[in-house]
């Protein structure tokens, strides 16, 4: 079945969960499907959905609980080269005990979504506070490339991605947080060193407003 990931992930989440400490299921595969990645389009860019595994350990340190609210989208730099689908395979395999996830990696091809959109992640650096619990994730890839347009079309894609995310949450464009608002990281690092947060809100209001014109 296409969706299995998908819908085994609503399932544990919902009817046991990681955070009771459940064991999954014996039954459950250990990998996804080879034809789980699903490609849509929303706002002019490619998101290609491409869920981590559900197993044990991914569902303890990656996959949690069900959000109870999402009330903002929350920016990052990836601080690294990786294309989107690096950031996705590479925290795939890490078995380093560390909890952390996004929803979102957006290079300057596609983005891919590796997470629910239900279940909120570990990104924001504050624990169990708003950042956490209660925002979606989106890593703009190839912050540490400084020459070409690599990064700068990274940065675009991820505007389309917000303000798409945005509108169907019916947020606003003060909704956007930087990860530094959350835990004082300096991250997304490029927007941060360029002091361009304000100008990057102004180009995602523009999308959102675009958006929201009756067609
Ligand atoms: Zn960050």
């Not at 569902?59 to 989107?84: R, S, W």
């Amino acid at each position: 079945m296409r969706h299995w990931p998908l819908l085994a992930a609503i399932g544990f989440a919902l009817m046991s969960g990681c955070a009771h400490g459940v064991t999954p299921a014996k039954s459950m595969p250990e990998q996804n499907t080879p034809d789980a990645r699903t490609v849509f389009y929303c706002n002019g860019l490619k998101v290609v959905q491409d869920l981590l595994e559900v197993n044990e350990y991914n569902l303890q340190y990656k996959l949690c609980e069900p959000f109870t609210e999402v009330k903002y989208i929350t920016i990052h730099n990836t601080a690294n080269k990786a294309t989107a689908q690096n950031e996705r395979d590479y925290l795939n395999r890490r078995r380093d005990n560390v909890s952390i996830s996004f929803h979102f990696a957006v290079d300057e091809n596609e983005a891919i979504q590796i997470m629910p959109l239900f279940m909120h992640a570990w990104h924001a650096g504050d624990g169990r506070g708003e950042g956490n619990m209660n925002s979606i994730a989106i890593e703009i890839c190839r912050s540490t490339l400084y020459d070409g347009d690599l990064y700068p079309r990274a940065e675009e894609n991820a505007v389309k991605l917000a303000a798409y995310l945005l509108y169907i949450y019916r947020l606003d464009v003060d909704d956007l947080r930087m990860h530094y608002n959350w835990s004082g990281k300096k991250c997304p690092h490029r927007i941060i060193e360029d002091n361009r947060w304000d100008e990057f809100k102004m180009r995602v209001a523009a999308s959102l407003e675009n958006l929201k014109r009756p067609r």
